[in-house]
């Protein structure tokens, strides 16, 4: 006996795909747009919902297609505003997604990956491993999650999530069509009408994939650099081998000059105790810096165990800062958030099916030689 061919998931098919879907099944184009803002707008779940298509076509997309969101495995909200889920994927994997609120603005930071290929040697998620990529759909259903805890979808009523960061698990650009197809998404008008401003993809410099992005796209990007020197990077982000900081400074250029307007990128730096928080590493990270159009986002290192790494203190911090301020370099300081909800970055821990048994290595070295103040090469 076959089994019974699966549904297609209209959640995370984009305008193109879904005109070509209904003409397939021998129905007009229009009728995309339709679905698009019922699914996406409305937030309708079922096609009982969509009360301006016919008994009969509903009755027709109920046999060959769905409307299927990630399975919320936790939803935690903190005293401070800030929202975390961890969603259990197809597979069994799980990732988190946060929410985090400042002011009028709603920051949902969203994952493209179950676990990371990549190692960074600070990071926790990069510790778990690497099972495999996010679907458009599962990409989308992170969103369509923040939205609905605010209640019923209202499209006449506040923007619950007003920008978007792909800075969860992941490196972004290793999966991407799937995460081009869901900005597609968050920026289409007939779905959530996100600006090019508010849609932000990280990067670790896989620079290749960040020249073609610049061809099929104009988001808004962000880059984690978390070294001044190739020396220092090539440790702590070991894609650096490959493509050192002058070629990512470049390619960052080369995607700035072809938005049409001026933008800069963010600079994401992970402050870590004693390995890149020094004085003479922020004025090597001003020189960096003066070639490219950015803002600094500094982020203190929230350790995880046995991480091997440590929190800088305060007044490194602010010392740190207040030199890039005196060369003119705007930053900020990300401040903690969801301390009550383990939302900081460093606690973005799912459970990986990890493909690359890298965190049984990890978990073998730091037992056999705890690592103090730099993470040894696995």
């Known amino acids: 006996m076959t089994d019974a061919p699966s549904k297609v998931n209209l959640l995370g098919l984009s305008p193109s795909q879904l005109e070509a879907f209904f003409e397939q099944m021998g129905e007009k ?21 969509m009360t301006n298509i016919s008994k009969a076509l509903r009755a027709k997309l109920s046999e ?53 290929s990549l190692d960074c040697s600070f990071c926790s998620t990069g510790k778990q491993g690497f ?16 939205i609905r805890s605010f209640g019923p979808f209202d499209p006449s009523g506040e923007r619950r999530v007003t920008n978007v960061v792909f800075m ?52 808004s990007l962000a880059v984690s650099l978390h070294a001044p020197t190739d020396e220092l990077r090539n440790q702590l982000v070991p894609i650096n081998r ?15 000059q072809g938005l049409n307007d001026k933008r800069v990128v963010t600079v994401e730096y992970t402050l870590i105790a004693g390995v890149n928080d020094q004085p003479e590493q922020a004025r090597q990270l001003v020189k960096v810096l003066r070639k490219l159009p950015c803002k600094l986002n500094l982020i203190p290192f929230n350790p995880f165990p046995n991480s091997g790494y440590e929190r800088p203190s305060d007044e490194a911090i602010a010392a740190f800062k207040q030199i890039m301020l005196n060369s003119n370099v705007l930053t900020t300081v990300r401040r903690t958030r969801g301390d009550d909800v383990d939302a900081a970055c460093g606690q973005l821990v799912g459970q990986v099916a990890d493909r690359t048994r890298r965190s049984q290595k990890y978990i073998a070295v730091v037992q056999e030689e705890p690592v103090q103040g730099k993470s040894q090469a696995l």
């Not at 490959?242 to 700035?256: E, F, K, M, S």
Request: glycine share 8%.
């Open 131 to 146: 099972n495999r990529d996010l679907s458009t759909a599962e990409i989308i259903g992170q969103l369509r999650v923040a």
């Open 64 to 116: 060959v297609a769905e409307i299927r969101e990630p399975e919320i495995v936790m939803e935690k909200f903190s005293k401070d505003g800030t929202r975390k889920w961890v969603i259990r994927m197809d597979g069994g994997s799980a990732i988190e997604m946060v929410l985090i609120p400042d002011g009028d603005r709603k920051t949902l930071c969203v994952s493209s990956q179950v676990g990371c």
């Open 242 to 256: 490959r493509y050192p900081i002058d070629v990512l400074i470049a390619a960052c250029n080369r995607y700035l």
């Open 168 to 219: 969860g698990m992941g490196e972004p650009l290793l999966n991407f069509d799937n995460v081009v197809a869901a900005t597609e998404l968050m920026m289409d008008d007939n779905c959530y009408g996100l600006s090019k401003r508010r849609v932000t993809v990280s990067t670790s410099g896989v620079v290749p994939a960040l020249d073609r992005l610049r061809e099929v796209s104009d988001v």
């Open 29 to 49: 184009r229009f009728r995309a747009t339709q679905v698009l803002k019922w699914i996406h707008q409305f937030g309708a779940s079922s096609f009982e919902e």
